[in-house]
């Protein structure tokens, strides 16, 4: 069970962090990504963390948002400075257990978070 917290109301330029933590300790054996969904649009990824702890981010969030995972709470973080109106989302948290190679694909996850809302205002 993964359970994202941290959402929230913030002015544009200010910063959130948000938190998945997992109930079961496989998790840190796990690629784990953020992904977000904004109304009437598709999830889109967001943020990817290997196991090596390498990490990816999608162009529109790439300088601004960090992902780090802690194994020892089992919880992965996204950071996200610099906040735009463009990133209110819900955002949703990730597990791969297969490792495989499509990581930007929702399809690619085989547990998710109940997500977490992100507003951010002009």
């Known amino acids: 069970q993964l359970v994202e917290s941290g959402g929230g109301l913030v002015q544009a330029g200010g910063s959130l962090r948000l938190s998945c933590a997992a109930s079961?300790?496989?998790?840190?054996?796990?690629?784990v990504a953020w992904f977000r969904q904004a109304p009437g649009k598709e999830r889109e990824f967001t943020a990817r963390?290997?196991?090596?702890?390498?990490?990816d981010y999608a162009d529109s969030v790439k300088g601004r948002f960090t992902m780090s995972r802690d194994k020892s709470k089992s919880t992965v973080y996204l950071q996200m400075n610099s906040l735009k109106p463009e990133d209110t989302a819900i955002y949703y948290c990730?597990?791969?257990?297969?490792?495989?190679?499509?990581?930007?694909?929702?399809?690619?996850?085989?547990?998710w978070g109940q997500g977490t809302q992100v507003t951010v205002t002009s």
């Open positions: 990730a597990s791969d257990s297969y490792g495989r190679p499509a990581y930007r694909a929702p399809m690619t996850y085989d547990s």
């Open positions: 079961a300790p496989s998790f840190n054996l796990h690629h």
């Open positions: 963390i290997k196991l090596s702890g390498d990490t």
